[in-house]
């Protein structure tokens, strides 16, 4: 297996080109993900149900007589548009703020022909996660892994925006599926980027914290992908949208 190393981002490793480029802070795509790129998309984070499956939110539509669109709110969908006996199976809330990973694998093969021959990205996590002493990712090798990094929070470059601050690092596009909480090194748990970029800015997903749905700007082509891959529930948005929880005006 090729090394992965994710090396903790000093001061001038990157420039902040993200806040600059976000309008402001609320439930809209322009808030979390730079304005200014060709195209942009929604991908929805699947249900977590029962037996480690995943169901999408158009079974969860199909289910409860609701209707998808683009827009489409979690706390809109999961409730029945009416009465039925018996009640459609209760369904569990996706994840907020991250990614899940098999979603996470997918979107990565997605974004690898369109990143840079380097492959060098940076990815950032949210600096007011309580187990942060633990969300700092390290190594994996062939030889297995590394030394865990304890080090203090604030001891490298940090990427601030509007209401959030990010801790940053700097590694290739696949060490994105190796963030996480790693109490153990045989014990992960997955936290995805909520912010990731590769160097030459010619794409960006957000996992905001409080979203259900990762946002991904970049190429009109890019996008295409990423709407034609059927492992990813996505739809097409722009950065005018929004994605709070009163912005599904369909399923009232």
């Known amino acids: 297996m090729e090394d992965i190393e994710l090396v903790r981002a000093a001061d001038g490793d990157f420039e902040n080109w993200i806040a600059p480029r976000l ?145 940053v690092y700097r590694a290739p596009l696949r060490a994105a599926a190796l963030m996480g909480d790693w109490p153990a090194s045989d014990w992960f748990i997955p936290q995805s980027p909520n912010l990731f970029w590769p160097q030459d800015t010619s794409w960006c997903v957000a996992t905001e914290i409080d979203f259900d749905s990762t946002v991904v700007g970049g190429s009109a082509e890019l996008v295409s992908a990423i709407l034609a891959d059927p492992r990813l529930e996505s739809w097409q948005v722009s950065t005018g949208d929004s994605l709070a929880s009163d912005g599904d005006k369909i399923n009232t």
């Not at 990973?101 to 380097?118: G, K, M, N, R």
């Not at 390290?138 to 470059?157: I, L, Q, V, W």
């Open 23 to 167: 309008g402001p802070f609320g439930g809209w795509v322009g808030s979390v993900v730079p304005r200014g790129f060709d195209a942009y998309v929604r991908i929805l984070h699947p249900s977590p149900a029962r037996g480690g499956e995943w169901v999408t939110w158009a079974e969860i539509v199909r289910r409860n007589g609701r209707r998808m669109h683009a827009l489409a709110q979690w706390e809109a969908i999961a409730a029945p548009a009416v009465a039925a006996v018996p009640a459609p199976e209760a369904a569990w809330a996706p994840d907020i703020g991250n990614l899940p990973q098999h979603c996470l694998h997918a979107l990565l093969d997605v974004l690898e022909p369109f990143t840079p021959a380097t492959k060098t990205c940076f990815s950032a996590l949210w600096d007011g996660y309580g187990q942060l002493q633990q969300l700092v990712p390290y190594g994996f090798t062939a030889h297995g892994f590394a030394e865990f990094d304890r080090s203090g929070p604030r001891a490298h470059a940090s990427l601030q925006i509007p209401q959030r601050e990010y801790l």
